[in-house]
C-alpha cells in the first residue's frame, strides 16, 4: 500500500439476511481456520459476537516491534442490526500502522481480505475519510489526548512468567469485573497480549456493552473495537492503552461533545484504568 492511500478500521465482509450471530459464527470461524488462522476466543454480548484470530506470522511480525503485541491478533465481528447480520473485520494495516509495527503486517492485511472477501473489493468503514499510515503512526485524537507512547502502567511484576500466572488466574475469576477473552504468547519470550471482556463492576459501570450503546450507533457498527487488550511485556511490565487512544481508534469520527459523543463517556477511561489496576494486582 502506498504511503498516501488512506486506511480504515474496518472493512465490511458482508451483509446476511435470514441468518443469526451463532450460525455465521461457526462458518466464519471454519473458513478462516482453513486459511490458516485460530480463533483463539471470543466477546459475546446481546446480537454480537466478536471473534479475535492470530497466526503464526502474525505473531512473529507483532514480536519484531517493542510493544508489537497489540497488533497479534485480528477481530471479526458479527453483529445483528434490523433484519440482517454485518459482517465486519479490523484491517491489519490499519491497527498496526496506529501500533507502529513492522510494514509486514500489511502482507497479513492482503491475505486476510482475500480469505474473507476473494475476489471482491472490500467495503473500507469505521470512518468517512480514513488515515494516512504516516498520520496512524504518530496518531493523536486531537492535541492533549493521549498517543500511542502514552499507555496506562498497570503493574511490574518480577518477570514475565509472574505477571501472565497472576493475570491468568484474575482473569478467570473476573477480578474488577474484567474477564479473560483469550491469551497470545509471543514467540521466543517476547511478551504476551491478553484480551479482556469488562462486566460492570463497582470500580467501572462502563462495560463493553455500556460503552457500545453510547457511541455505536452508525449505521455500520463498529462491534469489532471489542476486546481490550492488556499486554506484558518480557520484562514483567504490565499496560494497557489510554483507553482514550483504543476508543478513538476504532471511533476516529466520534464527535468530542453532544450526545453520543466521547462527552458521553467522561469517565469511562479512569474507571477502565481502575478496573485493570485491580485485575492485574496480586490478590
Not at 471454519?30 to 446481546?46: D, I, R
Request: hydrophobic share 40%; with cysteine.
Amino acid at each position: 500500500m502506498a504511503g498516501s492511500e488512506r486506511l480504515y478500521p474496518f472493512f465490511k465482509v458482508e451483509d446476511v439476511g435470514s441468518a443469526t450471530v451463532e450460525d455465521l459464527e461457526q462458518s466464519y470461524t471454519h473458513l478462516l481456520t482453513e486459511a490458516g488462522y485460530q480463533c483463539v476466543g471470543k466477546v459475546t454480548l446481546t446480537d454480537i459476537i466478536v471473534l479475535v484470530f492470530t497466526s503464526d506470522k502474525m505473531q512473529k511480525i507483532a514480536g519484531r516491534t517493542r510493544r508489537g503485541a497489540y497488533g497479534a491478533v485480528f477481530r471479526l465481528s458479527l453483529t445483528k442490526v434490523d433484519d440482517q447480520v454485518q459482517v465486519l473485520c479490523t484491517s491489519p494495516a490499519y491497527w498496526s500502522a496506529a501500533y507502529r509495527m513492522d510494514v509486514a503486517m500489511k502482507e497479513v492485511d492482503r491475505e486476510v481480505r482475500e480469505a474473507l472477501v476473494q475476489d471482491k473489493t472490500p467495503e473500507y468503514c469505521g470512518s468517512e475519510k480514513g488515515k494516512s499510515e504516516a498520520t496512524l503512526r504518530k496518531y493523536q485524537y486531537t492535541i492533549g489526548m493521549p498517543n500511542f507512547n502514552e499507555p496506562m502502567s498497570l503493574r511490574k511484576f518480577s518477570s514475565l512468567e509472574e505477571a501472565t500466572s497472576v493475570l491468568d488466574t484474575n482473569l478467570a475469576s473476573g477480578v474488577g469485573g474484567v474477564h479473560r477473552v483469550y491469551r497470545v504468547d509471543l514467540p521466543g519470550g517476547g511478551g504476551t497480549v491478553f484480551g479482556v471482556h469488562m462486566e460492570e463492576s463497582p470500580l467501572n459501570e462502563f462495560s463493553d456493552a455500556r460503552i457500545l450503546q453510547e457511541v455505536d450507533l452508525g449505521s455500520v457498527r463498529h462491534s469489532a473495537h471489542l476486546p481490550w487488550e492488556i499486554v506484558v511485556s518480557p520484562d514483567g511490565k504490565v499496560e494497557a492503552l489510554s483507553a482514550k487512544f483504543r476508543i478513538a481508534l476504532s471511533f476516529p469520527d466520534l464527535p468530542m461533545a453532544g450526545f453520543h459523543s466521547f462527552a458521553s463517556i467522561m469517565s469511562c477511561p479512569a474507571k477502565i484504568e481502575k478496573a485493570l489496576k485491580l485485575a492485574t494486582a496480586k490478590q
